[in-house]
């Protein structure tokens, strides 16, 4: 299990010194989630910072870019990292799709599987010549040498999605290489509905469900004292009141035993009232969604969790002080080695 980091996109002049600190510490990767930056850019910087680092986007929102020119930043991503790069896509909500980026979000599970196998048809067309591509939304054939990056010295780059329902992760299963997990992944619905449904829509495609990287973010809440512990708790509680808010993601609190969790943050969410939002996720949520633990045990309980399952584990709030992150860091590499 490889353990990274995630980020939102950082100031262009700083992601650098974060790249070259990830690597020092010990940590396998970084991964760039896409915000109010742009993730591309800062994969871009930080494959020249830290030459060996693994990089991803985690995700990257899809249907504002054409396939093609996610296909090109990709390729051009894959080249500069020397094959280090994971091209992580999602679709999004459709309120920032239509409202901020002004693009189309109909039927965003099917466009999002087409998108896929149109940038898998992009990374051939690079290395053939030959654009050949003819889905339901998305029809590509044409490409010339002088609008080709043309072929690279590694191999194409692993595409993952982002998803939650099964319909999207037996998807996953059928055309990407990997699926990124949502915050909230619990053990219990990796168990349920995660791996079983990754596994039926590789079998569908004729894979194995061993070649699709499970990519599972973690919070975490550490300290040797209860004090030390508490602030993170607490930001780690309004994290997921956030995350819990969304109305598809509501069967995840239900499944596992917090029926009507997301129904009690929307109402608060509608009066404007987030602390009263953090405040309906109890210290019972906390145990089951995240992951409470002494430095010293911290290794431990996050191999009895999720190995087996996470290909790759996410730590979600390992970014902080210097000592934290080298903590952090020795955790990763014990797990990786491990």
């Known amino acids: 299990m490889q353990i990274d980091v995630m980020t939102l996109p950082q100031h262009l002049g700083k992601v650098g010194e974060l790249a070259r600190r990830t690597q020092a510490a010990g940590f396998s990767g970084l991964l760039f989630t896409e915000a109010g930056r742009t993730a591309y850019l800062n994969v871009a910087l930080a494959s020249q910072a830290a030459p060996g680092l693994e990089l991803s986007t985690g995700v ?185 808010s969304t109305p598809n993601y509501a069967f995840i609190w239900d499944e596992a035993g917090f029926e009507g969790t997301t129904a009690r943050i929307r109402e608060k969410q509608k009066a404007g009232d987030f602390s009263g939002m953090a405040a309906q996720i109890t210290d019972e949520h906390l145990a089951t969604f995240a992951t409470e633990s002494t430095w010293d045990e911290l290794a431990d309980r996050l191999i009895d969790k999720y190995g087996g399952v996470a290909t790759r584990l996410v730590l979600y709030n390992a970014l902080g002080d210097t000592e934290r992150f080298e903590r952090y860091g020795e955790i990763a590499r014990r797990i990786s080695i491990g």
């Open 60 to 244: 990257a929102v899809a249907f504002p870019r054409s396939p093609f020119v996610t296909a090109a930043t990709a390729w051009e991503l894959q080249e500069a990292s020397g094959g280090r790069f994971r091209l992580g896509l999602g679709t999004q909500v459709r309120t920032h799709v239509v409202r901020r980026y002004g693009a189309t979000f109909d039927h965003p599970g099917p466009r999002l599987r087409d998108y896929v196998l149109a940038v898998k048809a992009c990374f051939a067309a690079f290395r053939t010549g030959k654009l050949d591509h003819h889905g339901p939304f998305y029809d590509l054939d044409f490409i010339t040498p002088q609008w080709s990056p043309g072929p690279i010295d590694a191999p194409d780059p692993q595409v993952d999605i982002a998803a939650v329902n099964p319909w999207m992760l037996r998807m996953a299963g059928e055309v990407a290489d990997g699926v990124h997990v949502h915050p909230l992944g619990e053990p219990g619905y990796l168990k349920r509905h995660v791996a079983p449904k990754v596994a039926e829509g590789a079998e569908k495609a004729g894979r194995s469900s061993s070649d699709i990287a499970i990519i599972v973010p973690a919070m975490t809440i550490v300290g040797d004292t209860d004090e030390e512990r508490h602030k993170e708790r607490e930001f780690v509680r309004a994290s997921m009141s956030f995350y819990g």
